[in-house]
């Protein structure tokens, strides 16, 4: 059995970060992931001057609940969508004139329903070039709060932003959600407000999913980072690919991470599965089997299972993925183009992609700067040899360790 210590989540870190600049008190983060994203956070946080003191396992960050420390600010978010979204979000409730640009790659990637609701709560926000998008500059002068329909169809980092600012509104917030796409992802939200001290009402309507956010802030907390279940995801299909067995620590029944269940998926492919109290298990079975499965809540894993399926023994078929068109990269195309690079015949729709088995053939992959990409398609090449990257350095966006991770396993596995 091989033991593989997967570093912070993503998502649970950049939700610390901003419910500890927003609350009252100084909170301890706990085994936070380092990363280009987290960093870029840190970075962003500083620069609307909120304080973070990083030690190498632990931060500690004291909160503002009356908003950035600066009158201006220009803030720069690089690659990071959570940064993108959630840094507007949070400067909207001071006062002061706060503006946001990111990375052309960012900056192709919308924000629209986003900014439009902040609109709609009397924010002062404008779109300097393309509307929806990066370049914005946010006139804050604090929020009232109120009533809001939102379409989450997209991306559920636009509830996940608008639920964290509810506390920081006068009157509290409450938002009737039309249509949602990764819905695990704003349970992670919810649980985690929770922690540092606001439960949200939560009620299905026939107008569609209402969440009450009370006003009143947060406290500060001392909150632990879990490890990461989309980057174990990677691990995971390795153990399933090649018959090996692997055992990840940190994530067990009690996780806050919906990616987590991309381990029923390989289940039901015919991999052995035991998710304990605080850790999980993957033993591959020799064999894997075909399947259709809709990944709409866990499309991060999307490229994980598209990246192993010519290894099945029958068609995998995933469905109900548009959203993964509107990541880093268009992600079901990336990977579709990528899998016929291998050899391997592949048939896509505008939400679903079919693979058909086969042997895969050396190619270099086409990344498009999207660590999902590559950390997927690295799974490929434990059982093909000759699969190299163009941009295989893009990991250091959640996983700047992950090649020599891997490379670890590869000696270990004899591989």
Known sequence: MTVVEIPGSKSVTARALFLAAAADGVTTLHRPLASDDTEGFVQGLDTLG?????????????????GPAVKTADVYCRDGATTARFLPTLAAAGHGSYRFDASAQMRRRPVAPLTRALRELGVDLRHEEAEGHHPLTVRADGVRGGELTLDAGESSQYLTALLLLGPLTRDGLRITVTRLVSAPYVGITLAMMRDFGVEVKRERTPAGEVFDVPPGGYRAADHAIEPDAST??????????????????????????????????????????????????????????????????ISDTMPTLAAIAPFATGPVRIEDVHNTRVKECDRLEACAANLRALGIQVATGDDWIEIRPGTPRPAEIATHSDHRIVMSFAVTSLRTSGITFDDPGCVRKTFPGFHEAFARLRAEWEL
């Open 50 to 66: 909120y304080r973070v003191d990083r030690a190498a396992d632990r931060w500690h960050v004291t909160g503002r609940p009356t």
């Open 232 to 297: 174990a995801s990677y691990f995971f299909a390795a153990a399933a690919v090649t018959g090996r067995e692997v055992t990840v620590p940190g994530l067990g029944r009690d996780a806050l991470q919906g990616d987590l269940r991309f381990v029923d998926v390989l289940r039901r492919m015919g991999a052995r599965v035991d998710v304990g109290s605080d850790r999980t298990t993957v033993a591959g079975s020799g064999s894997l089997s075909g399947l259709t499965v809709n990944m709409r809540d």
